[in-house]
């Protein structure tokens, strides 16, 4: 591509910022690690496509969820199954970086289909991120490095020893996709309440969703950590497209990029969302990062590696005919990935309609376990309404911020009780109680439908002696939760009190 | 590159980032989102929604001897996301028709008169390990599952009765338990005016005829 007048003299700072010249090693990158991240997923669908995306199966378009009818057709799986091993194929070529721009084109356009074929079990905002990132991967000349195309480009003479340079804006377009994306979920959660009370997370970690979040449940239990990462992340989220173009703020927003990312697998569960924007984070690296690490490359310790490795790629390049045209091998390499996907699924046979036995049977239910379902009228258990019941001293946000079980006369106990919503209107009591289970003190509150949590204060006053006391939880006359704490001795403030008294 | 290269660059920029701005505009304003699929590319509404208690979906089959069936694919459930199959993602109900006419379809059974569908309702704080949930809440964790049918089909999928979801119900039964409520509720009529018409009123008829709409024994 020959760099056009716009290219040649970038004027404005805008036209510099999308058609400055660098060779594209950025977004060779995302066209290594993003295919990858995306294409494993689909191959993990793929003795499931019959069931997932053809006329056999049960799929759902996303347009449906939104009422607008079928808007793509469904194809039957004798073309369902080839088109899906291409897409696969396509995927693998666009890492290699074998006709690239093509292998990427067809990728882009399969990718979205099925993904949009299944709006239930494969359509999610990591493929919607994938989608994006494979869109400007086609437009991009990210085939020109570190691939195949490259290679046998330069085999054949036909370029310049030094990489070729083209215009930055599909790397642009990819580093405005991660500042619209982060800004956008910071909107959602501005507009959400509940993330900044911890509450929305906590149910998240909670879930089983996703899979396993090695720390999530532990991290659930902590609001003090719920209400700072709440505030951070979004702080970040509002700051990365003010700071992640300047040279200073880049590396500080990336990589609290790539923390944010990492702890949503640590404590959501989420494998693929992190990876697909991970690998989109490597349309960052400018055409100087890789210089900087070239040189770094070069230096003694890892100069032997380096001739190992071009020993090994031109022993390969002598072994791969030159007279064969990519077009054709990419064809038949093509037509091999619709057959192999055609057999392999043939021979899978998903619902054994081929077998000798036949048709499997429809699996009985034990007869108790299914009246027990249809004929379940239990109300909510009163105690199931709530969520937990705690007793401190301090809370951050509203949310108790530590736990105690020793007081001192002139402490204040703040005693704090978290609702499972939906719950109705409800009236919630705390008792304080003695060893023998004798009630000292009793104090209530209305807790409205919408309220998610109320907190009790109760200065431990001089009515208590030192000894061992409950509070007590009650609500619709039940006791719901019991807390143990021991009153020790009079504080500093209490004995201030006395003694001005 | 040529100057109409040049343009079309320029264009595929324009275009966008206008999408996306579109998208963080319609988001933030809540404007132009509604029934538009294509919105879903361009906002970023991650975490969105949250629910306390955790929901599993069941499908029970109803042979014609009395025999209940779970409607579950033999061949092997897909788990998508994680390890639930994909019929819990399906918080639309758009799945559910299809899988049961999938799944009935290519299974070996007798007649099938009727598939409930059952939502299982349980709170969160039962899905803590062992260890934290003694930790935070020091007794037995007696985890106890809600059962709600939520719709009835026929063996093709097809609707028979559908209910509010267990949400729903709960957040209806909160405010109807409400005296005053109930009361104007049960005073208020309900009103389809057989005697007015204002289209006929404005056509200069007044006579209360029926023009075709509604029951004729003649």
Known sequence: MNPSPAENSPRTALGRFFFEQETPFGMALVRIFLPLA????????????????????????????????????????????????????????????????????????????????????????????ASHLLLL?????????????????????????????????????????????????????????????????????????????????????????????????????????????RPRGRLLMLGAGAFFHFMTWLTLGLYVFPAICLSGYFAFVSEQDVVRLRRLATSRPFKPLLRLSALAMSRMAAA??????????????????????????????????????GLMSLIPMDQDVALTMLRDKNPVREHDKFFNFEIGTSTIGYQLSNRRTEYAVGDTMIAQC???????????????????????????????????????????????????????????????????????????????????? | MTRLKSVLVLGFIAAYLSALSFGTVAHALKV?????????????????????????????????SGQYYDVREPWGEFHPFGHLARI????????????????????????????????????????????LYDEHFGRPNDKMSYYHLRAVFRDDGSLMNIYPDWHAKQKLQAVYDNPRLRRQSANATSLFSTLYNPSEARAGSTLNTSMGSGLSTN
């Open chain 1, 38 to 129: 995306a294409g494993i997923p689909m191959a993990l669908r793929f003795p499931h496509v019959r069931e997932l995306y053809t006329t056999d199966g049960s799929p759902v378009q996303v347009f449906e969820m939104y009422r607008q009818g079928a808007v793509l057709p469904v194809l039957p799986p004798a073309v369902a199954v080839p088109v899906y091993g291409i897409m696969l194929l396509c995927l693998l070529a666009s890492i290699v970086g074998f006709r690239t721009r093509t292998s990427l084109c067809l990728a882009t356009v399969l990718y979205s289909y099925f993904n949009v074929l299944d709006g239930i079990g494969t359509l999610t905002k990591y493929s919607v991120i």
């Open chain 1, 137 to 245: 991967l086609t437009v991009s000349n990210a085939g020109s490095v570190w691939s195949v195309d490259a290679f046998l480009k330069k085999r054949s003479g036909t370029v310049n020893i030094l990489p070729p340079r083209f215009s930055v804006w599909p790397a642009r377009l990819v580093q405005l996709l991660f500042a619209f994306i982060y800004f956008g979920a910071s909107i959602t959660k501005i507009q959400t309440a509940e993330f900044f009370s911890g509450d929305q997370m906590r149910y998240w970690m909670l879930s089983n969703w996703n899979y396993e979040n090695p720390i999530g449940e532990a991290v659930a239990m902590s609001s003090p950590l719920l209400l700072i990462s709440a505030y951070l992340s979004v702080i970040w989220e509002v700051l990365f497209a003010f700071l992640v173009w």
């Open chain 1, 320 to 357: 791969v005919p030159q007279t064969v045209p990519t077009g054709v091998t990419w064809t038949c390499l093509i037509a091999i990935a619709a057959i192999g996907a055609t057999e392999a699924e043939l021979r899978m046979d998903l619902y054994q309609s081929r077998s000798e036995s």
């Open chain 1, 418 to 501: 978290n609702l499972n919503p939906p719950h109705e209107d409800m009236w919630v009591e705390c008792l304080v109680q003695d060893d023998q289970e004798r009630t000292i003190e009793q104090f209530g509150q209305f807790v409205p439908r919408e309220s998610l949590r109320a907190n009790f204060f109760y200065t431990l006053g001089n009515k208590l002696v030192t000894g061992q006391y409950s509070m007590v939880l009650k609500s619709a006359n039940q006791e719901i939760h019991r807390r143990h704490f021991s009153l020790t001795s009079e504080s500093a403030a209490a004995n201030f009190d006395v003694s001005t008294n």
């Open chain 2, 32 to 64: 132009g989102l509604c029934g538009n699929t294509l919105s879903y590319y361009v906002v970023w509404d991650m975490f969105c929604g949250w629910t306390a208690w955790d929901a599993r979906t069941h499908l029970i089959a109803e042979g014609a």
């Open chain 2, 88 to 131: 819990h993602y399906d918080n639309t109900n758009d799945l559910l028709p299809r899988h049961i006419h999938n799944v009935l379809r290519h299974t070996a059974h007798e007649p099938i008169d009727r598939v409930f569908t059952i939502e299982e309702v349980w709170p969160k704080q039962y899905n803590l390990p062992p260890g």
